[in-house]
């Protein structure tokens, strides 16, 4: 695999599992063997009987900046997203258990919309979320354009995932994206408290009420396929080619 992603069980929060980037120096972004790691820790955690909560961590002032462009470029080229990207979003969005989220400092693209799949999300004050799809001539992802207008309604989702705008963790927590805003020194504590609480509560219990709030993840499914058939065709067009050419530039 890659010890860019670390699978942690805390002996402090018995039953819950971390995925942690940690990748620090390339501000977390994510490469295709990143996503494989993930996508293996989700699947496994999920049959694990010893695993009742998942958690997502980053670095000190930086959940992830999104995709490897490097990485993804690669592969873009040939008018596909990466297989492995694909097999974590569908990962993600059927999990069974809950899933808690810590984030501290920059959140970009799929290290935002990440969130709209967890049950509670703890932010520092000093995070900034921000999905540029659009500024890359691409779309949302992960059934973001789903979620994320039935969570925040259509004009905050909108400013989010088709005008890029920025929202900090006071924002986002206001829109219902985060759940609560602490100090970044409190973020991992909190987050693995929250954690902590929740795999100590009776599992089948849990399960069942977290299916009720979550509803039917048919049609998040629907629209993850959806938005990859929207994603695929912008990776093979002109404009799509141009952004990338001149965010490479800017680098």
């Known amino acids: 695999m890659t010890d860019h992603i670390l699978i942690e069980r805390p002996e402090a929060a018995p039953g819950v599992q971390v995925i942690r980037f940690n990748r620090a120096d390339k501000k977390n972004a994510i490469t295709r063997a990143m996503y494989e790691a993930m996508t293996a820790a989700l699947k496994e955690g999920d049959v694990d009987e010893g695993v009742r909560a998942t958690v997502f961590l980053g670095s000190d002032g930086c959940f992830s900046a999104g995709n490897d462009l490097t990485d993804f470029m690669a592969v873009a080229m040939g008018g596909a997203m990466a297989r492995e990207a694909v097999d974590f979003l569908y990962a993600l969005a059927t999990y069974t258990k809950p899933l808690v989220s810590g984030v501290d400092g920059l959140a970009i693209g799929i290290g935002t919309t990440i969130h709209l799949h967890c049950d509670l999300t703890y932010a520092s004050d000093r995070t900034q979320f921000r999905t540029p799809f659009v500024d890359l001539a691409l779309v949302p992802e992960a059934a973001s354009s789903l979620l994320a207008p039935r969570l925040m309604g259509h004009q905050r989702a909108f400013a989010l995932l088709a005008a890029g705008d ?28 929250a954690a902590g609480r929740l795999a100590a509560k009776p599992p089948k219990a849990l399960a069942i009420a977290r299916n009720l709030v979550r509803g039917d993840r048919s049609d998040v499914l629907a629209r993850i396929d959806e938005e990859l058939g929207h994603f695929s065709a912008q990776l093979k067009s002109p404009e799509a080619r141009a952004a990338f050419e001149a965010f490479m530039t800017r680098r």
């Open 166 to 193: 920025g929202f900090s963790a006071s924002a986002a927590k206001e829109a219902g994206l985060v759940y609560a805003v602490v100090e970044p020194g409190a973020v991992e504590r909190e987050t693995l408290a």
